[in-house]
């Protein structure tokens, strides 16, 4: 697991809607099948929702059938952070900005080649640039 090296300026923050301040500041979580990007398809790479930095590309997104974007790998190993997660009476590994801290989603033993990882992530916390 990685964490945000302490030695680093703190990152700028964007302001949030009251909806991504739920999902990126306090972990909640987006319905499935209700965010903008769980069926998306355009080619391009999504960032932080609340600092911009780059997390993941079109080109690792794939449909899980779970109703939340996914994708098999992040752009850079170094893009995420991972967190043990105990809540709700399930052991899961929750998923940050490496950058912020913003909680993004989960990641799973259950996705497909080349990682055989699937990064479940909330659409709010995500910002798509078109390629």
């Known amino acids: 697991m990685t964490t945000p090296d302490p030695r680093k300026s703190p990152p700028a923050l964007r302001p949030l809607t009251p909806e991504q ?18 069926k998306h398809t355009a080619a391009g790479r999504y960032h932080c929702v609340a600092c911009g930095s780059e997390l993941f590309s079109s080109d690792s997104k794939y449909d899980s059938g779970s109703g939340w974007p996914s994708f098999w790998a ?38 497909p080649p080349p990682t055989g990882l699937r990064y479940c992530i909330n659409s709010l ?6 390629a």
């Open 21 to 38: 301040h739920a999902v990126c500041r306090c972990s909640a979580t987006e319905p499935p099948f209700s965010g903008a990007y769980w």
């Open 125 to 130: 916390a995500l910002e798509f640039v078109a």
């Open 74 to 111: 992040p752009t850079r190993p170094d893009a995420l952070s991972e967190h043990p997660d105990a809540s709700h009476g399930m052991r899961r590994v929750e998923v940050r900005c490496a950058h912020c801290a913003a909680h993004l989603g989960h990641v799973f033993p259950d996705g």
